[in-house]
């Protein structure tokens, strides 16, 4: 059992990690070490606050607050910045339990949604860009239909104006 959740810490593309109680990281896996750039056994006892920008510590504290205060999950977007740029995780937080069901840590699971989020602004984007350019047609065709339809009524009724005038002296 533990070599099969050792594949799925080894393998799994999403950031995994345990913090106890005080939120001192007990456990991360190797993608968390790779993303981050820092070994499971140097972040073993340190917070967030040791490793992260203060602000970013601060929101991760928060929702961990969130989780062991009210001992259930949580899901959350978090935006980190990376060597590569700023990054998006989509993570799941929840309360690890001891024998008695008290609350010892927690563990959270972040899956990188970069790319999605980008994906989700482009679609946003575009059609955004679809309505402008369907409005734009609009307008161009109402004011072709006024304009040149006007035109052509008026100059309609001033031949039918013509007309009536001409033929009522020889046909009453």
């Avoid at 679609?123 to 040149?148: T, Y």
Wanted: aromatic share 6%.
């Amino acid at each position: 059992r533990t070599q099969e959740i050792n594949s799925i810490l080894r393998y799994t593309p999403s950031v995994v990690y345990i913090k106890d109680r005080e939120g001192a990281y007990t456990l991360v896996n190797s993608r968390y070490e790779e993303v981050f750039g820092i070994r499971n056994e140097q972040i073993r006892g340190k917070t967030d606050h040791e490793i992260f920008p203060r602000s970013i510590a601060d929101k991760f504290s928060a929702s961990d607050l969130r989780v062991l205060t009210h001992r259930e999950s949580y899901q959350v977007e978090e935006v980190i910045p990376q060597p590569d740029g700023r990054r998006t995780y989509l993570s799941v937080k929840f309360p690890i339990y001891n024998e008695q069901g008290v609350p010892i840590g927690l563990c959270g699971i972040a899956t990188d949604i970069t790319e999605l989020k980008k994906a989700q602004d482009q679609l946003r984007r575009l059609s955004g860009s679809i309505m402008a350019n369907q409005e734009k047609e609009r307008k161009a065709i109402a004011r072709e239909l006024h304009d040149e339809l006007g035109q052509v009524l008026t100059a309609l009724r001033m031949d039918a104006v013509w007309l009536s005038d001409r033929l009522r002296p020889h046909d009453p």
